[in-house]
T-cell receptor
C-alpha cells in the first residue's frame, strides 16, 4: 500500500464548478499535512497546510480527519488558472521534515 | 531573486558518464533536500541535510552522492549514469528539518536529466 494515496485524475471541470480531492495516508503517526500544487513542468509549491480543525483560504478549503487518516481539498468557483496537479503531502514521524508525496491529481478547468 | 536555484536546468548525457547538479538557497534555511520525480510524476525524497549534516538517506544507489559544503548549498553527484536515472531532480529547502511541524518546503525549478 502506498504511504499517500490520492484520487486518480484527471478531473475535467467547467469554470465555476466545485471540485473535491481526497487523499488517505497509511502512517497514523504522520504529524503534518499539506496540499501542494504543481503546474506542468514546474516545481511544486505549497498551496496550504491542513489542520485538524479544518482551514480555508479564499476558494480553497482543506479538511483533516486523523481517525480516518483522510485529507480533503475543496475548490469552489474553479478558475482556468486552477488547472494544475494537486499533491497531497504528509510528513513522516520521527521529527524530521520528510515530506511524503502522493502521486497527485490533475485538474483541468475548461471555459 | 530566486530563493532555491539549481543548475543545470537540463542535462542530457550518455550512459556511464558522471554528472553533478548544484543547488543553492538564499532563504537562510537550515535544511535542504533532494527529491526525484520519475516519469510517472511521483516525487520521492532521496536525501536531506540539516546544517551540513546528513539526516535522511533513503534507499538510493550509492552511485548518488550528496555533498553539502555549507548550509546554503547541496550538490548531487551521480556516477556511472544509467537509463533509469532519467528523471527530474528537485532541490528543496525548509526552515528547520527537525521537530518543527508544518514547515513549508521551497523547491528549485528542477533539473531534467536525460540519460541516453
Amino acid at each position: 500500500r502506498k504511504e499517500v494515496e490520492q484520487d486518480p485524475g484527471p478531473f475535467n471541470v467547467p469554470e465555476g464548478a466545485t471540485v473535491a480531492f481526497n487523499c488517505t495516508y497509511s502512517n497514523s503517526a504522520s504529524q503534518s499535512f499539506f496540499w501542494y500544487r504543481q503546474d506542468c513542468r514546474k516545481e511544486p509549491k505549497l498551496l496550504m497546510s491542513v489542520y485538524s480543525s479544518g482551514n480555508e483560504d479564499g476558494r480553497f478549503t482543506a479538511q483533516l480527519n486523523r481517525a480516518s487518516q483522510y485529507i480533503s481539498l475543496l475548490i469552489r468557483d474553479s478558475k482556468l488558472s486552477d488547472s494544475a496537479t494537486y499533491l497531497c503531502v504528509v510528513t513522516a514521524s520521527g521529527g524530521y521534515n520528510k515530506l511524503i508525496f502522493g502521486a497527485g491529481t490533475r485538474l483541468a478547468v475548461h471555459p | 531573486d530566486t530563493a532555491v536555484s539549481q543548475t543545470p536546468k537540463y542535462l542530457v548525457t550518455q550512459m556511464g558518464n558522471d554528472k553533478s547538479i548544484k543547488c543553492e538557497q538564499n532563504l537562510g534555511h537550515d535544511t535542504m533536500y533532494w527529491y526525484k520525480q520519475d516519469s510517472k510524476k511521483f516525487l520521492k525524497i532521496m536525501f536531506s541535510y540539516n546544517n551540513k549534516e546528513l539526516i535522511i538517506n533513503e534507499t538510493v544507489p550509492n552511485r548518488f552522492s550528496p555533498k553539502s559544503p555549507d548550509k546554503a548549498h547541496l550538490n548531487l553527484h551521480i556516477n556511472s549514469l544509467e537509463l533509469g536515472d532519467s528523471a527530474v531532480y528537485f532541490c528543496a529547502s525548509s526552515q528547520d528539518g527537525r521537530g518543527r511541524m508544518n514547515t513549508e518546503a521551497f523547491f528549485g525549478q528542477g533539473t531534467r536529466l536525460t540519460v541516453v
